[in-house]
């Protein structure tokens, strides 16, 4: 992510927290707003699988089914669009609890069934440790 690249901040919706765990890059809120043009709303999930079961997958909202073994790190307000949620599977946030996440985009086509694949992009995670005191 380029340093001067604005970032849309994700709601804090996790018990407790008062900070932002993920955010949009200006790429990913340009793609994203295009992208529920198409498809009407969105969402994220990350899973915690292999190859590119380990990169954020959008999907039309209520596509990807969630229950108890995923958690809400945030609801994005995306411009011109309506809430976009984030998901993570619970096993995979309990390896990334102390990571704060950016979505991001690059050129090329992931193998996955991420709605953005046919514009010849796709999405991937930028992190940072978290700055926790102690």
């Given at each position: 992510m380029a340093p001067s690249e604005s970032v849309l901040e994700a709601a804090a919706v996790l018990p407790g927290e008062d900070f932002s765990r993920v955010a949009l890059t200006g790429s990913a809120v340009r793609?994203?707003?295009?992208?529920?043009?198409?498809?009407?709303?969105?969402?994220?999930?990350?899973?915690?699988?292999?190859?590119?079961?380990?990169?954020p997958m959008c999907y039309p909202a209520g596509e990807f089914?969630?229950?108890?073994?995923?958690?809400?790190?945030?609801?994005?307000?995306l411009p011109g669009c309506g809430p976009l949620e984030f998901w993570m599977s619970r096993g995979q946030?309990?390896?990334?609890?102390?990571?704060?996440?950016?979505?991001?985009?690059?050129?090329?086509?992931?193998s996955g069934f991420s709605v953005e694949a046919p514009e010849g992009k796709r999405f991937l995670i930028r992190s940072e440790l978290l700055g926790f005191p102690g």
């Open positions: 793609l994203l707003q295009k992208l529920w043009a198409g498809h009407g709303p969105l969402m994220f999930h990350q899973s915690g699988g292999c190859c590119d079961g380990s990169s089914i969630t229950a108890e073994a995923d958690v809400l790190l945030g609801v994005f307000d946030f309990a390896y990334w609890k102390h990571t704060r996440l950016t979505v991001d985009v690059v050129a090329g086509r992931g």
